[in-house]
């Protein structure tokens, strides 16, 4: 029978797996505490079995609790900030449906290819990496463009920019338009308030502030958007992220559950708890801890002669700060040099912004004061040792 078997068991796979101490300050994913390492290393339970079903329950209540919502349809997708973002678009836009999408970096330039995709009439709206669209710039694209769905970045990782939602979920109301925020950089780093402010699908990721690892990813849906959805004469186009069929099985449709899909259901025990320590800390304390790291950062990194790549203060993004690529450095030396002597990830842009900035990302338990000290220190040494005039 061996004869049968023409690939040999890998080399690789007979070795110890291999995982280094690393501190990752990239714009994520970022360090698990031990805590939540240890809830996603329990023991399995079955997807139906009435704890897991109990743990959805608090997942649930812990997501409208980060997300500042009473909405009934609240619940973790089975997958990362980009399965999110499908089910969003996916279950509020038929084909030939209008969406109007703010691109000011790369996830207005993803959510516009997945709605393509989708065969939505998709319209753009657009400004430059490092700048944030105001009431006015939007409600001049909902007038001209009439669409069902706009979709926004709060916290734009790739640029550094935190886009102010004050006023648009109104305004969306007032010209007919559902609002779809994008918050996989921002929760729990800055204020958000889905029901003050008028979102109507709000997602996020397991991976950035809420320090899980990536696999799960919050969403909610206004009254708004369920309608929307109950409305649609067509079925989505993906069974699995059928908002029908996850409302079920995550209890918010008020009919007994029923099997979908097998959970992740580990990756939901971790989710549970990397909730759990955000409701403990409290979302004010959260907002206040990003916002004095990233301070203390934004000032060390003027102070080793860096530029901001975010000119405004306030439209900073307080998870993620964005500097310039500085003249006579290769980005990419600068990051493989912490990386290799600092054991510290930081990572260069990405879309729109690559080769211009190097991106830093202190995240829940990442955001201390002592991580910011540590990557100026490797960045000093950076400076010091990557300059090109070296070569
Ligand atoms: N949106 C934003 C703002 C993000 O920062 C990310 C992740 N970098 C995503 C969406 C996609 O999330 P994921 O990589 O978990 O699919």
């Not at 000011?104 to 393509?116: C, K």
């Not at 040099?337 to 879309?351: P, Q, T």
């Not at 991580?371 to 220190?377: A, T």
Request: some cysteine; charged content about 20%.
């Amino acid at each position: 029978a061996t004869n049968l078997l023409h690939v040999p068991p890998p080399q690789g796979l007979l070795r110890p797996l291999v995982v280094p101490e690393r501190l990752l300050l990239g714009p994520g994913p970022s360090n698990v505490p031990p805590r939540i390492l240890a809830a996603g290393g329990r023991q399995l339970l079955g997807h139906m079995h009435p704890e897991v079903l109990q743990v959805m329950d608090e997942i649930k209540a812990g997501i409208q609790y980060a997300f500042q919502t009473q909405n009934r349809l609240t619940l973790a997708i089975s997958g990362t900030g980009h399965c999110a973002m499908e089910a969003a678009l996916l279950n509020l836009l038929e084909h030939g449906d209008t969406a109007l999408v703010a691109v000011n970096g790369i996830w207005g330039q993803r959510a516009a290819d997945i709605a393509r995709r989708l065969g939505a009439v998709v319209r753009e709206l657009w400004k430059p990496p490092g700048e944030y669209f105001t009431p006015r710039d939007i409600e001049e694209g909902l007038v001209r463009h009439k669409p069902l769905v706009l979709f926004i970045t709060h916290g734009e990782s790739s640029t550094g920019v935190l886009q102010p939602l004050e006023g648009l979920g109104e305004l969306c109301h007032r010209h007919g338009c559902l609002l779809l925020v994008d918050a996989v950089a921002s929760l729990g780093g800055a204020p958000i308030f889905m029901d003050r402010q008028e979102i109507d699908v709000l997602y996020s990721g397991s991976q950035k502030v809420l320090n899980a690892p990536p696999g799960s990813a919050p969403i909610s849906f206004s009254e708004r958007a369920r309608e929307k959805i109950l409305r649609r004469k067509t079925q989505p186009l993906s069974f699995y992220l059928d908002m029908g069929w996850l409302a079920n099985y995550w209890g918010c449709d008020g009919e007994p559950r029923r099997y979908h899909h097998t959970a992740p259901i580990n990756s939901f025990f971790s989710l549970r708890e990397g909730l759990a320590m955000l409701a403990e800390l409290g979302l004010e304390s959260s907002w206040e801890r990003h916002r004095a790291s990233c301070a203390q950062l934004c000032q060390g990194l003027r102070d080793l002669g860096l530029e901001l790549f975010v000119k405004e203060e306030k439209a900073r993004l307080p998870t993620i700060t964005t500097v310039r690529v500085p003249k006579g450095y290769d980005w990419k030396e600068i990051t493989a040099f912490l990386m290799e002597n600092h054991a510290i990830e930081i990572a260069g842009g990405l879309g729109p912004s690559v080769g211009k900035v190097l991106r830093i990302g202190l995240m829940g338990c990442n955001s201390t004061s002592s991580n910011v000290d540590r990557v100026l220190r490797g960045l000093r040494d950076a400076l010091r040792r990557c300059h090109r005039s070296r070569l």
